[in-house]
Protein backbone atom coordinates (compact mmCIF):
# COMPACT_ATOMS: atom_id res chain seq x y z
CA UNK A 1 0.00 0.00 0.00
CA UNK A 2 0.88 3.66 -0.79
CA UNK A 3 -0.09 6.80 0.66
CA UNK A 4 0.15 10.28 -0.57
CA UNK A 5 0.10 12.87 1.56
CA UNK A 6 0.27 16.47 0.08
CA UNK A 7 0.61 19.48 2.28
CA UNK A 8 1.44 23.46 1.73
CA UNK A 9 -1.85 24.85 0.69
CA UNK A 10 -2.76 27.98 1.81
CA UNK A 11 -4.49 31.26 1.24
CA UNK A 12 -1.71 33.96 -1.06
CA UNK A 13 -2.77 37.08 -2.77
CA UNK A 14 -2.45 37.07 -6.66
CA UNK A 15 0.96 37.39 -8.11
CA UNK A 16 2.47 35.07 -4.95
CA UNK A 17 3.58 32.16 -5.10
CA UNK A 18 3.01 28.91 -3.16
CA UNK A 19 5.58 25.13 -2.88
CA UNK A 20 3.19 22.22 -2.58
CA UNK A 21 5.12 18.79 -1.50
CA UNK A 22 3.57 15.30 -1.70
CA UNK A 23 5.50 12.77 -0.12
CA UNK A 24 4.98 8.69 -0.49
CA UNK A 25 5.20 6.08 2.11
CA UNK A 26 6.09 2.80 0.12
CA UNK A 27 9.95 1.58 -1.21
CA UNK A 28 8.93 1.91 -5.25
CA UNK A 29 7.91 5.72 -5.23
CA UNK A 30 10.95 6.05 -7.13
CA UNK A 31 10.24 4.11 -10.26
CA UNK A 32 7.06 5.80 -10.78
CA UNK A 33 6.07 8.97 -12.47
CA UNK A 34 3.91 11.62 -10.27
CA UNK A 35 1.64 13.74 -11.31
CA UNK A 36 -0.47 16.96 -9.89
CA UNK A 37 -4.15 17.86 -10.35
CA UNK A 38 -6.74 20.53 -9.22
CA UNK A 39 -10.08 20.72 -8.51
CA UNK A 40 -12.21 23.91 -8.61
CA UNK A 41 -15.53 24.10 -6.99
CA UNK A 42 -18.27 22.91 -9.67
CA UNK A 43 -15.64 21.88 -12.20
CA UNK A 44 -14.44 18.89 -12.83
CA UNK A 45 -10.72 17.42 -11.85
CA UNK A 46 -7.78 18.09 -13.97
CA UNK A 47 -4.49 17.30 -15.01
CA UNK A 48 -1.84 20.67 -13.89
CA UNK A 49 1.52 18.98 -14.09
CA UNK A 50 3.02 15.58 -15.18
CA UNK A 51 6.29 13.80 -14.09
CA UNK A 52 8.02 10.94 -15.23
CA UNK A 53 10.39 8.38 -13.39
CA UNK A 54 13.12 10.00 -15.59
CA UNK A 55 12.24 13.54 -15.13
CA UNK A 56 10.54 14.78 -17.82
CA UNK A 57 7.82 17.18 -17.38
CA UNK A 58 4.47 18.69 -19.12
CA UNK A 59 2.40 20.76 -17.65
CA UNK A 60 -1.23 22.02 -18.61
CA UNK A 61 -1.14 24.79 -21.11
CA UNK A 62 -2.97 27.42 -18.17
CA UNK A 63 -0.29 26.91 -15.82
CA UNK A 64 2.94 26.81 -18.41
CA UNK A 65 5.94 29.13 -17.38
CA UNK A 66 4.60 29.39 -14.16
CA UNK A 67 4.58 25.99 -12.36
CA UNK A 68 7.26 23.69 -12.11
CA UNK A 69 6.93 20.26 -10.76
CA UNK A 70 9.92 18.05 -9.62
CA UNK A 71 10.69 15.23 -7.51
CA UNK A 72 13.31 13.83 -4.71
CA UNK A 73 13.57 10.25 -4.86
CA UNK A 74 15.96 10.46 -1.49
CA UNK A 75 12.76 12.14 0.16
CA UNK A 76 9.72 9.96 -1.67
CA UNK A 77 8.35 13.45 -2.41
CA UNK A 78 7.07 15.44 -5.38
CA UNK A 79 6.94 19.07 -5.46
CA UNK A 80 4.83 21.33 -7.17
CA UNK A 81 6.27 25.27 -7.28
CA UNK A 82 3.65 28.03 -8.25
CA UNK A 83 4.98 31.55 -9.13
CA UNK A 84 2.61 34.28 -10.22
CA UNK A 85 -0.42 32.59 -8.68
CA UNK A 86 -4.21 33.60 -10.24
CA UNK A 87 -7.44 33.64 -8.50
CA UNK A 88 -8.20 31.04 -11.53
CA UNK A 89 -5.52 28.95 -9.87
CA UNK A 90 -7.99 28.42 -6.82
CA UNK A 91 -8.56 25.26 -6.03
CA UNK A 92 -8.10 21.91 -4.56
CA UNK A 93 -4.68 20.31 -5.76
CA UNK A 94 -3.99 16.51 -5.40
CA UNK A 95 -1.21 14.17 -6.05
CA UNK A 96 -1.48 11.13 -7.96
CA UNK A 97 0.74 8.23 -8.52
CA UNK A 98 0.62 4.56 -10.35
CA UNK A 99 2.72 1.94 -8.75
CA UNK A 100 2.65 -1.59 -10.26
CA UNK A 101 -0.18 -0.93 -11.83
CA UNK A 102 -2.46 0.75 -8.76
CA UNK A 103 -3.39 4.10 -8.75
CA UNK A 104 -2.67 6.33 -5.33
CA UNK A 105 -4.41 9.51 -4.51
CA UNK A 106 -3.45 11.91 -1.87
CA UNK A 107 -6.05 13.87 0.19
CA UNK A 108 -5.69 16.99 -1.47
CA UNK A 109 -4.41 20.62 -0.31
CA UNK A 110 -6.70 23.78 -0.99
CA UNK A 111 -5.10 26.42 -2.97
CA UNK A 112 -6.66 29.83 -2.65
CA UNK A 113 -5.64 32.81 -4.47
CA UNK A 114 -7.06 36.66 -3.71
CA UNK A 115 -7.45 39.16 -6.07
Known amino acids: QVQLVESGGGLVQAGGSLRLACVAS????????ASWYRQAPGKQRELVATISSIGSAVYAEPVKGRFTISKDNGKNTVYLQMNSLKPEDTAVYYC?????????WGQGTQVTVSS
Open 96 to 104: RTVIRFATY
Open 26 to 33: GSDFWLSG
